[in-house]
């Protein structure tokens, strides 16, 4: 079993910047992939961006590159999401997952066994 726990969400005006973090525990050795997805009220939830456990293999939605940055750090099992020029359409809950897979359909949901429980992300115009 892998636990994701999410943090670093909040409100911040429109041009601002956050940085989410999401620190895994377990069997951390079992995960191949760590994924960002934002899902906002009445919508689906949508995928914001991955990298590979191992090396730094990354993917980004066409919505934030450029704007949002996905990066790690090993020695504390912690995944980031930096959000920088952050816009209204930004807001959402914004989770993170894991999955066994190194290469795969990043952008798919199914792929992923292991969920956070969200962090609020708002962005003010």
């Known amino acids: 079993q892998v636990q994701l726990v999410e943090s670093g969400g909040g409100l911040v005006q429109a041009g601002g910047s956050l940085r989410l973090s999401c620190a895994a525990s377990?069997?951390?050795?079992?995960?191949?992939?760590m994924a960002w997805f934002r899902q906002a009220p009445g919508m689906e939830r949508e995928f914001v961006a991955a990298i590979t456990w191992i090396g730094s293999v990354t993917n980004y939605a066409d919505s934030v590159k450029g704007r949002f940055i996905i990066s790690r750090d090993n020695a504390q099992n912690t995944r980031y999401l930096q959000m920088n020029r952050l816009k209204p359409e930004d807001t959402a809950v914004y989770y993170c997952?894991?999955?066994?897979?190194?290469?795969?359909?990043?952008?798919?949901?199914?792929?992923?066994?292991?969920w956070g429980q969200g962090t609020q992300v708002t962005v003010s115009s």
């Open positions: 377990g069997r951390t050795s079992s995960i191949g992939a």
């Open positions: 997952a894991a999955t066994q897979y190194r290469s795969a359909n990043f952008y798919c949901t199914r792929i992923y066994e292991y």
